[in-house]
């Protein structure tokens, strides 16, 4: 059987959020951590996500969210585990010289741009304001990741819509 390992962005999902119906709703689906509200620490991130992996020798599909695909990609760089394949859904892009500030909420590094150890699917939308087509395109060759173009699906999250996502539903299955 397979595991699916939910990996939230920065925030806590809206109760509507197809990444929290999708824990709700499927029983081999699981929080990969609990979402956690600001501040996004990577090396906290990468841990708990770790641990989730390390737990069981059963092969897991990841699934990430907007920082949680960053998650994935820092988790790939520095771990190994039973990881079949990874759907990662708009990954918001951080520029390398960016450097943060005082009252930001995000404290990651580096984002490895190397190959993925796993089959990868990189979800991009033509109107997230976190990452042009561009940047997606970068992600998914720089990670080995099939691209997938989903729209004009915003940030393909509460705010912009999403709820059910069936599409991704669909997509996860082909993983």
């Known amino acids: 059987m397979t595991r699916y390992l939910v990996v939230p ?18 029983p081999n689906y699981q929080w990969a951590p609990e979402p ?13 996500l770790d641990a989730a992996v390390s ?10 969210h907007s920082a949680g695909c960053l998650t994935v990609a820092l988790w790939a760089a520095r771990h190994a585990g039973p990881v ?8 918001p892009y951080i520029d ?3 450097t943060p500030q005082p009252d930001d909420d995000v404290f990651i590094g580096e984002v490895p741009r190397q190959p ?7 979800v991009a939308s033509r109107t ?3 990452s042009s087509m561009v940047q997606f395109e970068g992600y998914a060759r720089d990670w080995g990741a099939e691209l997938y173009d989903a729209g004009d699906v915003g940030h393909l999250d509460s705010k912009t819509g999403f ?3 069936s599409e991704g539903e669909r997509l996860v299955a082909t993983l």
């Open 84 to 91: 079949r394949a990874a759907l990662l859904v708009t990954p």
């Open 96 to 98: 390398p010289k960016w």
């Open 163 to 165: 709820g059910p996502w």
């Open 128 to 130: 997230d304001p976190f």
């Open 9 to 26: 962005g920065r925030g806590v999902s809206f109760a509507d959020h197809w990444t929290r119906q999708w824990v709700e709703n499927y």
């Open 55 to 64: 737990a069981s020798d059963e092969s897991a599909v990841l699934i990430a």
């Open 36 to 48: 956690p509200g600001p501040p996004y620490i990577a090396d906290e991130r990468v841990a708990a």
């Open 116 to 122: 993925l150890p796993f089959r990868s699917v990189v």
